[in-house]
């Protein structure tokens, strides 16, 4: 066996307008978690799609095991041992577990003169590969009903079944709970005690340091070195990441909380197990953290004053006035914006350019005598908000989902902004998203705050909740259940208002 088990050589990669990839070279020993780290816009995920095939290298080897391979799509990639777990899962829900393990390579037997899928053969593999990822379940039930961890596992499994020499896991952890994350690393473990070498991005530095053997680091689409876990620290990794000292997480809040602007009295949800009798009370110029556990309900209750969600009683007043919110445009209307956590399902349009996802909640005020668009205004909208959040593209017209994750949730805040909301609701703001990034998105928040904006951020990050927030309202099982702020704000108050179920 070779020392490496992956080495990708002098890999260059250019898009019309940047260079993402510039002369990258990174090493995996087998049998070992390689973290790859760096700020969005790095260019760790063009790597690993150059790796799996869906990119085409401009220049540069890849060697598998001592052995020069040329990979020509993502096929070709998991039949030479090389498969990929994506950040956003493609399941197919509707199928079962086993025909998800085996879509597009069907076991199949002879029956006369046709071929047909061998279901017996299918299932029966299919559960000895769950069993390898510890995840025992009905190879027949549908994909739909397992959790978003349990399909990683599936995705996991899939791999094992290619007999997978390199795995790469792009930020599996972004959607999953502390248990989940746990039931994930003991799968990890055990891969790597097979000698399976895994690639593993992730922005969460405690993981890196926990779950690591080796950490790849990049920046603007260069290799700055790799470095054993146990020789770095999260300060270590960031300077490395950002080629600068951060020594403040977050940016100093200098707003000013003015008068109440929105007030829920009561609200409860039309569906019985959802958000019921909650109070809560926000200001101008404040920003409001929303803190609870996984299932306490805070998406829940903002898709309802957002409007995508029906209430069963209680009250909404806006500027001291009641109002009665049914649907998106309603809340649009009122001066309210929201913020998805799902950036790439509910976000963003990826097949749109920025300046289509920039203007799309806003095209009533650029439309000339009522049937045409005004491009110059567009598009002078669009370069103002592009200077003013400092988003990375080379232009206007380049499509969104070619961005980083950082610079499409600029994209989606310019996309508010130019409603000029008084309101704006962020969920999970900064999920996905590196440290230098993160900074960023919190400064703009600040900025918007000084304006007299009023933000309620939805987080599941301690560190940035107590960071970040004026005040902090928890809820648990759909209650609100605490509220602290000040030196009150620590994360012991907040996880005993989180798990009070009573």
């Not at 816009?41 to 063009?46: C, E, L, M, R």
């Not at 690993?48 to 869906?54: A, Q, R, V, Y």
């Not at 080629?243 to 602007?261: C, H, Q, S, Y």
């Not at 508010?416 to 008084?422: F, I, K, S, T, V």
Request: aromatic share 6%.
């Amino acid at each position: 066996m070779s020392e490496y088990m992956l080495e990708m050589r002098g890999i260059s990669k250019s898009f019309p307008g940047v260079k993402a990839l510039d002369n990258v070279t990174i090493k995996v020993r087998p049998g070992t978690v390689h973290a790859l780290m760096g700020e969005n816009g790095a260019g760790k995920s063009t790597l690993m799609k150059c790796l799996f095939g869906i990119y085409k290298m401009d220049e540069g080897e890849i060697y598998l095991n001592g052995e020069p391979v040329h990979i020509l799509n993502a096929d070709d990639a998991l039949h030479k041992g090389i498969a990929m777990v994506h950040q956003e899962l493609q399941p197919i829900p509707e199928r079962s577990i086993a025909e998800n393990i085996f879509c597009g390579r069907y076991p199949v037997r002879q029956v006369g003169p046709l071929k047909v899928v061998d279901h017996k053969r299918m299932y029966d593999e299919a559960y000895e590969l769950l069993k390898q990822v510890r995840m025992e379940y009905d190879p027949k039930a549908k994909l739909g009903t397992l959790s978003i961890s349990q399909m990683q596992s599936v995705e996991i499994a899939k791999a094992v079944s290619m007999s997978a020499k390199v795995v790469i896991l792009d930020e599996p952890t972004s959607s999953l709970t502390d248990n989940e994350v746990e039931a994930l690393f003991r799968i990890i473990n055990d891969l790597r005690d097979q000698g399976v070498s895994i690639i593993y991005i992730s922005h969460k530095m405690d993981e890196i340091l926990r779950i690591s053997d080796d950490v790849s680091i990049m920046r603007d689409g260069q290799y700055v070195g790799t470095w054993e876990a146990k020789e770095l620290t999260i300060d270590a990794i960031i300077a490395k990441m950002v080629g600068r000292e951060l020594t403040n997480l977050f940016p100093p809040r200098d707003n000013v909380p003015g008068e109440p602007i929105l007030e829920l009295k009561g609200v409860t949800s039309i569906l019985p197990n959802s958000f019921k009798n909650v109070n809560l009370t926000l200001r101008r110029g404040e920003i409001l953290g929303l803190g609870g556990l996984v299932g306490a309900q805070r998406t829940e209750l903002m898709e309802a004053v957002f409007g995508i969600r029906n209430i069963a009683s209680g009250e909404i007043y806006f500027k001291g006035k009641k109002v009665t919110i049914k649907r998106p445009k309603d809340a649009i209307r009122d001066g309210i914006g929201l913020i998805t956590e799902d950036r790439r399902g509910t976000g963003i349009f990826g097949v749109l350019s920025i300046a289509d996802n920039v203007s799309i909640a806003s095209l009533d005020q650029y439309v000339d005598a009522g049937i045409v668009l005004n491009d110059a205004k567009i598009e002078k909208l669009v370069s103002d908000n592009v200077a003013k959040l400092s988003i990375k593209t080379p232009s206007s017209k380049t499509l969104i989902q070619s961005l980083s994750g950082g610079n499409q949730q600029k994209v989606i805040i310019s996309r508010w902004l130019a409603n000029n909301p008084d309101i704006l609701i962020m969920d999970e703001p900064t999920r996905g998203i590196d440290v230098g990034a993160k900074y960023e998105i919190y400064q703009i928040m600040i900025d918007l705050a000084k304006q007299g904006k009023a933000i309620i951020m939805i987080s599941s990050e301690m560190a940035e909740l107590i960071g970040m927030s004026d005040r902090i309202v928890v809820m648990c099982n759909g209650k609100v259940t605490g509220e602290v702020s000040g030196e009150e704000a620590t994360q012991e108050n907040i996880m005993h208002f989180a798990t009070k179920f009573n």
